[in-house]
């Protein structure tokens, strides 16, 4: 591998780890807009058997809208939401085309409220430069009891 390689990668896998960022304190803060512009404009945001699979920008802006108001409503008063994403393991395909796992632990008021895994596929829109989700699947592995987030299926 050629330094110009390694250092292309490099930048690839630190833009790669900005849109996980990016996407983690957008859905935290509950700025649902911002979390749908981490896709591209079809991307796929599949939430399986917790929220079936939405498929482009403004059918993801609109569940998000929707979970938002239903954890409001869970909620006693208004509470933090924290996402915790953990051993981020990204596979480059080519310089713009990535795979991308972790692991993620969802904290409210309460504590741990769910966890699970996420499997993503992502690119670098050539518009802006900007890594964007192609699509993630989101599996949730176990929830707590009382989970604001998760209902018992």
């Known amino acids: 591998m050629t330094r110009e390689m390694e250092r292309t990668e490099l930048i690839a896998r630190e833009g790669i780890r900005d849109l996980l960022g990016r996407y983690t304190w957008a859905g935290d803060t509950g700025r649902t807009a911002e979390v749908a512009e981490c896709f591209t404009t079809d991307g796929v945001l599949d939430l399986g058997e917790h929220g079936g699979v939405l498929e482009g920008r403004a059918a993801i802006a609109a569940e998000l809208e929707a979970v938002v108001a239903r954890a409001a409503e869970a909620a006693e008063a208004p509470s933090p939401v924290n996402h915790h994403v953990t051993s981020i393991f990204i596979t480059m395909a080519d310089p713009t085309t ?7 632990a969802v904290h409210t008021d309460h504590g741990l409220d769910h966890w699970g895994r ?15 989700f192609a699509r993630r699947t989101v599996r949730v592995t ?3 009891p009382g989970s604001r987030f998760v209902t018992a299926s």
């Not at 990535?98 to 993620?104: D, G, H, I, M, P």
């Not at 996420?118 to 964007?132: A, F, K, S």
């Open 142 to 144: 176990g929830a707590a």
């Open 98 to 104: 990535a795979t991308v796992r972790s692991y993620f």
């Open 118 to 132: 996420y499997r993503d596929e992502v690119v670098m829109d050539p518009t802006d430069g900007h890594w964007r």
